[in-house]
């Protein structure tokens, strides 16, 4: 945007018909016409009054000036404001996202905006995100939350320095997160608690917890679910795509996330009305927010309710069931593609490590067959 140039206007002196007389130079000064254009447009510089200084500390007041007039960047970066670079980001940046770009979006409305909207990029440096931060660890929000938001807002400096809007180093590098601990509780059912849970669920809700538990697949994945993708012959599912909480449909998260699920017994229990036709959603009525609040007040019912109860547990919960089973350390290879995952790392994320294996094994053992139903 710009490079910068030389210009060494003379010292002039005005020839005001009444007051005082002060020293000026014109100089062309860079513009920011709009997100990719610059233009430039002649402006006055006031030195100071003639009666104060004599020309030769006139001109080496017009030569500091002229440091900043002459380096082009710096002038169109100390015209740029937060909020338009925020907003760009999310026009460009956010729309090509599979994910969590309803959430990031909220992140800078809600968090980001209100405390940098009305500064100038160059007024954001590493002190105010840092006392950003603890304000926000001050409010309540997790460290893992914090640390989300801080990513979100180093990506909105790392767009404005590819755009030419920002130059120098990202304020938002060696941010302190602070500490804390999480705020909600991540942990996974135990086979008792995923019994009673789906014991107490109606139709179509208990079909879909049964299926998340048995299969590990995303809310997002089950609502996306068509007639097409249900192969009760071979009794598989396969994901080709999701409905995200906003109602969005959009392809799985990455390639890894379109694959074959196995439903063994369950695959009895889908039934595919006669009127349906293969491109249909295999849940049409549902939305996420609704069945949410039927699950989680279903858990509220049989006392397993917890802060942070959701389908995310569900997900958590088959991941830590197969490791049970399998008694590996390390999550198997078998595990990993089921979930959907690029790498093993990421599936050993949801796995809840256990000291009562035995206990749990004996668990699993009596919960195999508990939730199936044979077909009537």
Not at 162 to 169: F, M, P
Not at 195 to 203: G, P
Request: hydrophobic share 40%; charged share 25%.
């Amino acid at each position: 945007m710009g490079r910068p140039r030389y210009q060494r206007p003379s010292v002039q002196r005005t020839t005001p018909k009444r007051g005082r007389a002060r020293w000026y130079i014109r100089v062309m000064v860079d513009i920011l016409m709009d997100r990719a254009q610059t233009g430039r447009r002649e402006k006055t510089l006031y030195l100071g009054y003639c009666d104060v200084m004599g020309k030769r500390e006139a001109e080496k007041e017009a030569a500091r000036q002229l440091t900043t007039v002459n380096n082009t960047p710096l002038v169109i970066q100390s015209q740029v404001k937060f909020a338009t670079v925020a907003q760009a980001y999310k026009d460009t940046a956010l729309r090509g996202m599979k994910s969590g770009r309803h959430s990031q979006a909220h992140c800078i409305d809600k968090h980001i905006l209100p405390a940098f909207a009305d500064k100038a990029l160059h007024e954001i440096d590493s002190l105010k995100v840092q006392r950003w931060v603890y304000d926000l660890q001050d409010h309540g929000l997790a460290k893992s939350t914090r640390a989300l938001y801080l990513c979100v807002l180093r990506s909105i400096f790392e767009c404005a320095e590819l755009w030419g809007y920002h130059q120098g180093r990202n304020p938002c590098k060696r941010i302190k997160v602070g500490t804390g601990t999480e705020i909600f509780n991540r942990r996974a059912l135990t086979p008792d608690e995923a019994r009673r849970l789906i014991a107490v669920l109606d139709e179509p809700l208990k079909l879909i917890v049964e299926t998340a538990l048995f299969t590990g697949l995303r809310v997002s994945e089950l609502r996306g679910l068509t007639w097409d993708a249900v192969n009760l012959q071979d009794r598989t599912i396969t994901v080709t795509q999701g409905i995200s909480q906003q109602e969005d449909v959009a392809e799985p998260k990455s390639r890894y996330g379109r694959r074959p699920v196995p439903l063994g017994a369950l695959a009895a229990r889908f039934r595919k009305p006669p009127q349906a036709k293969t491109a249909d959603l295999v849940w049409p009525h549902t939305t996420y927010l609704s069945l949410l609040e039927q699950m989680q007040a279903g858990a509220g019912k049989v006392g397993i309710a917890f802060k942070g109860f959701g389908f995310h547990t569900l997900r958590r919960t088959y991941a830590t069931f197969r490791h049970l089973l399998g008694a590996d350390p390390r999550p198997q290879a078998a595990l990993v593609a089921a979930m959907g995952h690029a790498t093993a790392d990421m599936t050993a994320h949801y796995i809840q490590a256990d000291v009562d294996v035995v206990d749990r094994l004996q668990d699993l053992v009596y919960f195999s067959g508990v939730s199936r139903e044979k077909p009537s």
